[in-house]
């Protein structure tokens, strides 16, 4: 065989060295597919609450009162400084111990994720409320717009349009750890490549379909993500 037939022939030469049968999953294809939506609702849930959270969270941070700011500090440091998987367990098998109450695997999710993004996202959110220019607030204060308003108006808009790369870039963390909920049982895409590759004997096939799928997940919403930017700035 000489270099060019080798070199044509050598991703099937590679497939057939492998022993690779995507044939195997065909059937359950659909299946890990149906994962997608757990998938999304999660990651669109987790990132609603932990936004809002964060929102209030930054809002203690820039605070003059100091117990505000401190609680604020310790809550980022207790989440920056444990494990999101740790998290996760803690609040899955610790929450039916302490109230008595089971919950399924998704809230547990929705609710570590949500806490976890909260910590990182208020800091995002702090650095670009403290970006905007101070004098805008002196001048809301000094035609008399209350805080609350100069909040909502003035200063977070501006700040939103400062940080809102970094916080596509939590969403796209966010979705791709979602993953992690699949070892409290959750039926997301990883899970299902799990249970189909436990079926069929077969883990590569599977776990690369899932790959596949949350490359194309995060693609979605990074394309999404910079014509939502480029639509803001138009509008400045």
Do not use: H
Not at 46 to 74: E, M, N, Q
């Amino acid at each position: 065989m000489d270099c060019s037939t080798f070199i044509l022939n050598f991703p099937p030469l590679l497939l057939g060295q492998l022993n690779l049968d995507f044939g195997k999953i065909a059937p359950n294809i659909p299946y890990i597919l149906g994962g997608i939506q757990v998938t999304l609702l999660f990651t669109l849930l987790s990132a609603l609450f932990g936004f809002a959270l964060a929102i209030v969270l930054s809002f203690f941070k820039v605070s003059t009162f100091k117990p505000l700011r401190w609680f604020a500090d310790i809550y980022t440091s207790i989440f920056r400084g444990t494990p999101l998987i740790l998290q996760l367990a803690l609040i899955y098998f610790a929450t039916p111990q302490l109230t008595g109450y089971p919950i399924t695997g998704l809230q547990a999710g929705v609710i570590t994720f949500a806490l976890n993004s909260a910590a990182y996202s208020s800091e995002t959110i702090r650095g670009g409320i403290l970006a905007v220019d101070k004098g805008q607030r002196e001048a809301a204060q000094t035609l008399g717009v209350g805080y609350p308003m100069m909040m909502k108006d003035i200063i977070l808009p501006q700040a939103f349009k400062n940080i809102l790369p970094a916080l596509v870039n939590d969403s796209i963390a966010l979705l791709k750890d979602s993953a992690l909920v699949s070892t409290v049982g959750a039926l997301d895409v990883m899970r299902r490549s799990q249970v189909v590759a436990a079926e069929k004997f077969i883990y590569f096939e599977p776990l690369l379909l899932a790959g596949v799928i949350y490359y194309v997940l995060v693609m979605g919403l990074t394309l999404f993500a910079r014509r939502f930017e480029r639509r803001m700035r138009r509008s400045d």
